[in-house]
């Protein structure tokens, strides 16, 4: 499917379990890199938003580190998961993550 075919997922309409989503959104908050797993990744927890809802990211090693609060995102191939009763978006294996935009807050809310 090409690129502008794609259908995008809003975020006030992601569920459990879902896979191969789709979505475009700003990173409002990036935390610290406060996860490290047992096989030594680092996990970066952001907080992302689109015009409906927002959402927690979870990105692992340099995906995490180059990702920037104001920074325009479109996720491809991501998948929803519950952990501790709160719904999280991750890339995925086979998902890709780009910033198309950046510092682009108020650009936004009139690209929907």
């Known amino acids: ?48 938003a689109d015009q409906t809802a927002s959402i927690h990211l979870s990105l692992w ?18 998948y929803t998961s519950l952990f501790k009763n709160s719904l999280i978006l991750y890339v995925g294996k086979y998902g890709s993550i780009q910033r198309i935009g950046e510092k682009v807050f108020y650009l936004l809310l009139f690209f929907f």
């Open 61 to 78: 090693d340099d995906v995490g580190e180059v990702i920037q609060p104001g920074d325009l995102i479109r996720l491809c191939g991501g």
């Open 1 to 48: 499917m090409k690129e502008n075919q794609e259908k995008y997922t809003k975020i006030s309409e992601l569920r459990p379990r879902q896979k191969n989503v789709n979505c475009v959104f700003i990173v409002l908050e990036k935390g610290q890199i406060n996860t490290k797993t047992k096989d030594n990744h680092n996990i970066t927890h952001t907080l992302v």
